[in-house]
């Protein structure tokens, strides 16, 4: 009787952390694609919700895209991204500015790791009158890899990728970023 116990005790534990490990799976990938939890009404910023760091030079580094010089924006600073277990694996005090400086980042975690999955981005844009806004929203870090790996898929149609800015019109589709 009490190996019994002791053996349905190793099979409750076992089954316990197999089913953590399948909600880790499920939730990295979960907010990928999602709208703007900030209000941008004050400026027009370029914010690419899918990048897919693999290497091939298409979306493959994040940047923030001011509209256009006129749309009020002196500098977008203190940048921070978290990953879908809520560490930080980025951060970056200025990020562009007027002055022509244009910082990106590889997706590259602290240790130099591949950051993927959903990606929670958080900037402070200062404006040309010195009045400073909160932005806030989450992005999607790929590779086709990691998405057969984890067993997901992706609504493509509800992101939008870098290469399809178009500077006068907003984004416009499709993207050439290939489909897992």
């Known amino acids: 009787?009490?190996?019994?116990?002791i053996a349905l005790f190793i099979f409750s534990i076992f089954q316990i952390a197999c089913e953590d490990d399948d909600r880790k799976k499920a939730t990295m990938y979960d907010e990928c694609c999602h709208e703007l939890f900030s209000d941008t009404s004050n400026f027009k910023l370029f914010l690419p919700t899918a990048y897919s760091p693999d290497g091939d030079f298409l979306n493959d580094d994040y940047k923030v895209f001011v509209r256009d010089s006129s749309q009020n924006v002196r500098s977008i600073t203190a940048l921070k991204a978290t990953n879908y277990k809520g560490n930080e694996v980025y951060s970056k005090d200025t990020?562009?500015?007027?002055?022509?400086i244009q910082n990106v980042w590889d997706f590259k975690g602290k240790n130099d790791e591949l950051v993927l999955g959903t990606v929670k981005v958080e900037f402070t844009v200062t404006t040309l009158d010195s009045q400073?806004?909160?932005?806030?929203y989450s992005l999607?870090?790929?590779?086709?890899?990691?998405?057969?790996?984890?067993n997901v898929t992706i609504d493509f149609d509800k992101c939008w990728y870098e290469d399809q800015i178009n500077f006068n019109t907003w984004f416009t589709h499709p993207t050439n970023e290939p489909r897992c």
């Open 95 to 100: 990020m562009s500015t007027l002055d022509g």
């Open 1 to 5: 009787m009490k190996k019994l116990l």
């Open 132 to 136: 400073t806004y909160t932005v806030k």
């Open 140 to 150: 999607c870090s790929y590779t086709c890899q990691s998405l057969n790996d984890n």
